[in-house]
T-cell receptor, first 114, second 111 residues
Framework: GAGVSQSPSNKVTEKGKDVELRCDPISGHTALYWYRQRLGQGLEFLIYFQGNSAPDKSGLPSDRFSAERTGESVSTLTIQRTQQEDSAVYLC????????????FGPGTRLTVL | SQQGEEDPQALSIQEGENATMNCSYKTSINNLQWYRQNSGRGLVHLILIRSNEREKHSGRLRVTLDTSKKSSSLLITASRAADTASYFCATVSNSGYALNFGKGTSLLVTP
């Protein structure tokens, strides 16, 4: 497809379980971003990948959160031992990197932790 | 932490009217971007204005930037029901790349 895709679109899980969210960026985009959006709020930056450079993990809220990306392809965001406060929409975006480029967002994964 | 603050938080207008949303930010920026979000899901980029620009147009959109006041405005002219969405401003700092978003303005355009 032409755009950023994310899966699943919705995920309901029980507190304490692990979840894995997937993002397929636009082909050729070297930069990939994960954001979290709580209900009625703006987006919070989580993590940034640029090519083969070490990712910027400065936005990850706790060590229960981790993300991986192989090269310039798919990325997975993993949340271990989920808590109710993790409930949010998780959005992935990609672009060519650099300061002047708009980011292209996927439709997001709505995570609900019961 | 969130960089931008949009106001108003919510705006309700009728079709054909103009909608103005404002955004203030705290630190120096490289550029400021406006995004639209429908139904709480994916965001769509609307327009980017660089720190050395003061005004930019794109179709029915007009964006201004005042770096001395650290503020920006988004004007949507001749609004349509399809413009109903949440609008966010986002900044990229001179030392960064990730976007810092405000909480957004929820716009409702009624027929």
């Amino acid at each position: 497809g032409a755009g950023v895709s994310q899966s699943p679109s919705n995920k309901v899980t029980e507190k304490g379980k692990d979840v894995e969210l997937r993002c397929d960026p636009i082909s050729g985009h070297t930069a990939l971003y994960w954001y979290r959006q709580r209900l009625g709020q703006g987006l919070e930056f989580l993590i940034y990948f640029q090519g083969n450079s070490a990712p910027d993990k400065s936005g990850l809220p706790s060590d229960r959160f981790s993300a991986e990306r192989t090269g310039e392809s798919v990325s997975t965001l993993t949340i271990q031992r989920t808590q109710q406060e993790d409930s949010a929409v998780y959005l992935c975006a990609s672009n060519l990197g650099g300061l002047y480029n708009e980011q292209f967002f996927g439709p997001g994964t709505r995570l609900t932790v019961l | 932490s969130q960089q931008g603050e949009e106001d108003p938080q919510a705006l309700s207008i009728q079709e054909g009217e103009n909608a103005t949303m404002n955004c203030s930010y705290k630190t120096s920026i490289n550029n400021l971007q406006w995004y639209r979000q429908n139904s709480g899901r994916g965001l769509v980029h609307l327009i980017l204005i660089r720190s050395n620009e003061r005004e930019k147009h794109s179709g029915r959109l007009r964006v201004t930037l005042d770096t001395s006041k650290k503020s920006s405005s988004l004007l949507i002219t001749a609004s349509r029901a399809a413009d109903t969405a949440s609008y966010f401003c986002a900044t990229v700092s001179n030392s960064g790349y990730a976007l810092n978003f405000g909480k957004g303005t929820s716009l409702l355009v009624t027929p």
